[in-house]
């Protein structure tokens, strides 16, 4: 029996290595010279996320706002790091946005690594399968964008990102993105290596006090 309690005792121990661990539950991305955690990704074979931080085409501005979406002649895609949504709203500060023709992706797979001239550009909240699973490229001028509660309820607690993508070849300007951006989440942490092994090392020794306690009987 007390062998028993113990091993009971070390579940939730094991469960916090072996999960996904959670931070605070409002995300705000403030402006910056970085670009606070986010990535850009770029297609070779399929699409792939650059390092955190790296910039490639996306820039920012001196007043640490996101800025570089326009003038590629590949797509441009930022992405936000991964998180779960919770109860709230998402909220950008403000967005220049130029309506486009081409309808939105409704996946990865859907995304043309090569600009046309019709192109789609907007925000989209993706999913960790890939999918699109709501969108926004309405014409907009330098005025807030907020995914209210209401219209985010059918995916709380899923784990998300949110994404910048331009993939319209016309010049000038098109697509422009300010921060702060505010997300009602928490970020998805992926356990370090040495989490990892003492997560490992915990259930083998359960493994063998149940083994030994098995033999006793």
């Known amino acids: 029996m007390i062998t028993s309690f113990k091993l009971l005792s070390l579940l939730p121990f094991t469960a916090w290595l072996l999960a996904p661990l959670a931070s605070a539950t409002t995300l705000v991305f403030e402006r910056s010279q ?11 074979t399929t699409w792939t996320d650059l390092a955190p931080d790296v910039k490639n085409r996306i820039s920012t501005d001196v007043n640490g706002d996101l800025r570089g979406f326009n003038g590629s002649t590949s797509t441009t895609w930022l992405q936000s790091p991964d998180f779960y949504l919770e109860a709230g709203p998402i909220t950008i500060d403000s967005i220049y946005l130029l309506s486009t023709t081409d309808p939105a992706p409704t996946s990865d797979d859907e995304v043309s690594e090569t600009v046309s001239s019709s ?9 960790a399968s890939g999918a699109f699973v709501l969108t926004y490229s309405t014409a907009t001028e330098w005025q807030p964008v907020t995914f209210s509660s209401e219209t985010l309820a059918p995916f709380l607690g899923q ?9 319209n070849s016309n010049s000038g300007d098109l697509f422009y993105v300010n921060r702060p951006i505010t997300i009602s989440g928490s970020l998805v942490v992926v356990p370090e290596p040495s989490a990892l092994l003492s997560a490992g090392c915990l259930l083998a020794s359960i493994f063998l006090v149940r083994r030994r306690t098995r033999l006793r009987i």
């Not at 606070?36 to 070779?44: D, L, Q, V, Y």
């Not at 192109?119 to 999913?127: E, K, Q, V």
């Not at 784990?159 to 993939?167: P, Y």
């Open 34 to 44: 970085t670009l606070g955690g986010w990535h850009e990704r770029e297609f070779t």
């Open 119 to 127: 192109g789609w550009t907007g925000i989209a909240l993706r999913n």
């Open 159 to 167: 784990q998300l990102t949110l994404n910048f993508i331009n993939m």
